[in-house]
């Protein structure tokens, strides 16, 4: 069996170490040379940046996030083991790791990286597809006669670069197409490299449960249970036109991916039409703190987005969940396309205040759409807002002084609740 050292990148026949430098970090399966589409997965991004900035963090639970009233962006290994995860409010979240260190996220040092390892990715290929900051699918085909190596070798050589270069871990899902690839860069976490060949991908799919699928969510998969549909087993007994009549549209992607069919191509030309982040609550609440702090962390998480990719939107959107399932949608337009987390933040607000229905709320989410070019973003001088301006350049001059002071030089008031 084709096997690859992830330490030294030895290719050898199969064995338990490598037989050059002896490690244990081998990767063993049939289809190794074979297999181009992959998906690397940065490993607890944010905490692993503050990890590398930080060397006194080292080996203790790390939190990114707001004060106790504040919710978590993301937490480190050694915190997820206690049970904290994204989204969780922070109270909860300190209840179950006391011991926690809390730091508040600083998106332009995980920009900076983000675009570092994005420069080591576009070696490896042109078509690469980012989903966010630290994940991306890339089409490694017809790649090997350019580098003179199979798929696999280059992109362990990607994430021992990253290690190397830029400090950061990532994870590795290689198959014959997205789903998989994305399913495959999860199994192993952290420092993970995992295939699903085509000869395995249905003894592999069988006994998963659905909820493995990208996209589906706890409506979904409550509404696949009433069904009887708990594992892709349980999908192989329905047959094509069953699935469209239970589940519409949705049911024939569903009839495809229990079968590990995905025919969706990875292109680096697809235009982004909107960037947003959404959560869906453990527990449905009405608090206006702990929405408003949601709020302002997903408008720093959209913002860090359209900064790192020289995008600005000229709408920003604000997506309600009640506890009943209505969705509540409003949307402002901008005399000026923004990529600032302020104008983000106090144009969601402006649309939360403007809703009746208080709540209890079950999801909530915010984005920018119309995007374009960030060349004439928040700029220009507003008529109803002539400080928007100052603001602006008072948010760009604070991403400097935090990337080069640290995190708490400097930060916004509402980030100490």
Known sequence: MPALCRECLTQFDDGARCPSCRSPRVTRHDELWDLSIAHMDCDAFYASVEKRDNPDLEGKPLIIGGGRRGVVSTACYVARIKGVKSAMPMFQALKLCPEAIVVKPRFEAYTKASRAIRALMDELTPVVEPLSLDEAFMDMTGTARLHGAPPAVMLARLVKRMKDEIGLTGSIGLSHNKFLAKVASDLEKPRGFSIIGKAETTAFLRPKPVRLI????????????????????????????????????MGERLYALARGEDGRRISSNTPVKGLSNETTFNVDTADIDILDGHLWRMAEKVSARAKATQKAGRVVTLKLKTSDFK??????????????ADTIYRTARALFDQVSHRGPFRLLGVGISELGSDGDADREGDLLDPDAGKRAEAERAADKIREKFGTDAIMKGRALR
């Open 214 to 249: 990208w996209g589906i969510g706890p409506v979904a998969q409550q509404s696949l249970e009433k069904a009887g549909i708990k594992t892709f087993d349980d999908l192989l007994r329905w047959d094509r036109r069953d699935l469209h009549d239970r589940f519409g549209g």
């Open 327 to 340: 969705l509540v949608s409003k949307r402002q337009s901008l005399h000026h396309p923004t990529q600032m």
